[in-house]
């Protein structure tokens, strides 16, 4: 009898305005996703539980090809390394390094990962502000690349130099106007006061250490690729100002990260996908200005690009499950999905494209998404057109891959687990969902809080 | 409840009120709760009917029901006092 019975969507009925913008937007997000690289979104939820997320590995190494083969066919020396706060998964750091990416890492925890990983110490970039003694020391003894802030971490370093039988091989991060706002001139020392220069002239003159490169990393998401142009100008000038003071070439100019990827920033007029610049244009800006500053070929650095964003955001998948709907208190509809703002932070700062998991008839509403979290701010996105969602619905958020799984918050629900797909289509659990015991095997309770009377 | 008696309805699920101008977009389920409304059905007969034709159940449809109820009166298209069932 029930077989016989036809499909039920809920009763929805929607004002048309006619001649009128449309504050929640275009209509791009209809169209179910029910699969991920051939594997049912229903039936991964069924098997690892919701909400989960999803790597889809065919589009992690598509990406990076893409990009390679965007600088490659530019540059003669072209070198990756992998943003490792990007995604830190060892299974996505892995993947990166067997299509040939060194590793950038930003800290001692990190460092451990990459070499743990099985990363080469002298593949390794140690960024960052806060390099510990032990931490420096290390990379030091494994012929790191480190990435030299301040001036007090220099100093650091030739202390230890004088210690050490190995020549630290360094570089210094340089700031600089490249025309874009913010500037970043936190990190590293700026170009255009002399503060570089200084630097430079600081290492030069020290025969423990080898200045082996010239870093930036000019800021994030960035939607300008003649920004790099100029940074990628500024940094050759140095190169060849440092080759023509003391005849020394400089051995690579890492350009860093920031390239932004497909995801829509809030408030932006134009989709993600229309707005950001390709790896093309990217790749054009930087082997152009690198090609022309006057490098003879011999002396041609390396170039060594960190970007993580563009390179992985693609490739992550967020699946979960409507928990409820509700009608606001000005007639808005209401969604409550059994993810928020803990488990994906970048909702903050984009407008996630989100696409129901199941067929749907062609009607929609105009609905704010929630997550499941009491918290007001816990807000996925603030106004989007979707079908007419029901309890346990499933919906897929994309482009969640950069930042969410290094960025999540235990915050009084367990983080769930994490599913590669290979490029054969299997599932692989790369990271468990956590257990009430994972989170409080670190906690210690002083015995005499152990009982209570109620 | 009683619904406007002269709302237009297409099969497209195009809803018209002459006596405002405006215009909705409504889906199938949504277009046969209206028309049984128009007929002057009440709630547990539109509830029964739906729940025989459809893969739902009682208690979800209900609440699905009353959420489009209010909508129809939000929207202007309902003249009346609401029927006490």
């Known amino acids: 009898m029930s077989s016989k019975k036809l499909q039920y969507e809920r009763p929805v009925i929607q004002k048309l305005n006619v001649g009128l913008m449309n504050k929640f937007g275009t209509r791009t997000e209809y169209t179910p996703l029910t699969h991920i690289d051939g594997n049912s979104v229903r039936d991964l939820l069924g098997k690892f539980g919701s909400p989960l997320f999803v790597i889809s590995e065919r589009t992690l190494r598509r990406t990076f090809r893409e990009a390679n083969r965007a600088f490659k066919t530019r540059y003669p020396k072209v070198q990756f390394a992998w943003s490792y706060k990007t995604n830190y998964m060892n299974a996505v750091c892995n993947a990166f390094h067997q299509e040939g990416s060194w590793a950038e890492v930003v800290s001692g925890f990190e460092y451990e990962k990459a070499l743990n990983n099985g990363v080469p110490g002298n593949k390794i970039i140690f960024n960052g502000p806060d390099k510990t003694e032990a931490e420096l020391k290390a990379a030091i003894a494994n012929n790191s690349m480190i990435h030299i802030d301040h001036l007090d971490e220099l100093y650091l370093i030739k202390e230890l130099a004088m210690e050490s039988n190995k020549k630290p091989r360094v570089a210094i991060r340089v700031n600089m106007d490249t025309g874009v706002y913010p500037m970043w001139d936190r990190f590293g020392f700026n170009y255009e006061n002399g503060q570089a220069w200084d630097a430079i002239n600081k290492i030069m003159l020290n025969d423990k250490m080898e200045l082996v490169g010239l870093h930036a990393h000019i800021g994030t998401f960035m939607l300008t690729p003649s920004a790099y142009g100029m940074a990628a100008s500024k940094l050759s000038h140095l190169a060849l100002e440092i080759k023509k003071k003391y005849k020394k070439s400089v051995q690579y100019i890492d350009m860093g990260g920031g390239f932004a990827s497909k995801n829509t920033l809030k408030g932006s007029y134009l989709q993600g996908i229309d707005a950001s610049p390709t790896f093309d244009q990217f790749a054009e800006s930087i082997c152009t200005s690198i090609l022309n500053a006057g490098f003879t070929d011999t002396d041609l650095p390396l170039l060594i690009l960190e970007t993580g964003r563009a390179l992985i955001d693609e490739a992550g998948y967020l699946l979960g499950t409507v928990v409820s709907n509700k009608r606001l208190s000005d007639g808005r509809r209401a969604t409550i999905l059994d993810f928020g703002v803990n488990i994906l932070f970048t909702s903050f700062w984009y407008d996630h494209k989100i696409s129901p998991a199941q067929e749907f008839s062609q009607y929609t509403e105009d609905a704010v998404l929630y997550g499941p979290l009491c918290m007001n701010i816990d807000v996925i996105r603030e106004n989007i057109t979707l079908p007419p969602l029901k309890r346990d619905d499933h919906v897929v958020v994309h482009s969640v891959g950069a930042y969410n799984m290094t960025q999540w918050m235990q915050f009084i629900a367990l983080r769930p687990a994490i599913v590669m797909i290979d490029k054969d289509g299997n599932s692989h659990i790369i990271r468990k969902r956590e257990t009430l015991d994972s989170i409080e095997k670190d906690e210690v309770l002083p015995k005499y809080l152990k009982d209570f009377k109620l | ?85």
Do not use: W
């Open chain 2, 1 to 85: 409840m009683k619904l406007k008696k002269n709302l237009a309805l297409s099969d497209s699920g195009f809803v018209f009120d002459p006596s405002t101008g405006d215009s909705f977009s409504t889906n199938p389920i949504g277009l046969e709760i209206i028309r049984m409304l128009k007929e002057g059905k009440n709630a547990n007969d539109i509830k029964s009917q739906i729940v025989k034709t459809y893969m739902t159940d009682d208690a979800s449809f209900e609440k699905d029901f009353y959420d489009f109820v209010n909508m129809l009166t939000k929207h202007n298209l309902v003249e009346g006092e609401k029927e006490k069932n």
